[in-house]
Every structure is written in C-alpha cells, then in structure tokens.
C-alpha cells in the first residue's frame, strides 16, 4: 500500500510562487515514478511534471520555464517548485505513483487571485 501526503498548497497573487510537497509511504519502486498531476474546476485532471528517463523532465507546455520538478529520494519527497504562477494556474495538484494500479494523494489546492 502506498500512501501520498502533498502539502503546500494556498493563495497566491499572480507572479507569486509556491513550492509543493508531497510525501509517499510504503513500497514504491523508485521516486522516479511520481509525478503532479492538477484538475481545475471543468476541467480533465492533466499531468504537469514528470520524471522522464530521457532528459530527466517532462513538463507541461504551460508551465515549462515555470515549474521545476526535484526530489530528495532520501526522504521519499518530491517537490513542484512553481514560480510565475498564472490565474490559469489554479487547480486542486495531485501527487502521483505512476505504477499500477496506480496512487493518488488527496490533493493540494493552489488558489491565484488578484
């Protein structure tokens, strides 16, 4: 059993930043696995950031340049670093282990507002 505690999460003028964490408990096989997932209001949850096994990142074409992925595998964290942030930013972020049957955290959620 794998369980995801993300944290970080809050209110945020546009501009602003906010780094999110999110802890996994339980036997996964690599940090390498996780990624951040985010589902706004009306919206499809869509993967932001992930470990890639070629040039160690895939981001989300909205957020590329913004978002940096890091990990600290010693601690079984992963971290969403998100600078910029956008009013389109906003949405409920999920921390996710890619392997089957695949688990989520309870969500995280990162307001912007003027």
């Known amino acids: 059993q794998v369980t995801l505690m993300e944290s970080g999460g809050g209110l945020v003028q546009p501009g602003g930043s906010l780094t999110l964490s999110c802890a996994a408990s339980?036997?996964?096989?690599?940090?390498?696995?996780m990624d951040w997932y985010r589902q706004a209001p009306g919206k499809e949850r869509e993967l932001v950031a992930a470990?890639?096994?070629?040039?160690?990142?895939w981001y989300l074409s909205d957020v590329k340049g913004r978002f940096t992925l890091s990990e600290d595998n010693a601690k079984s964290m992963v971290y969403l670093q998100m600078n910029s942030l956008k009013l389109e930013d906003a949405a409920v972020y999920y921390c996710?282990?890619?392997?089957?049957?695949?688990?989520w955290g309870q969500g995280t959620q990162v307001t912007a507002s003027s």
């Open positions: 996710h282990v890619n392997v089957f049957p695949g688990y």
């Open positions: 470990f890639s096994k070629g040039d160690g990142m």
């Open positions: 339980g036997s996964i096989p690599s940090i390498y696995v």
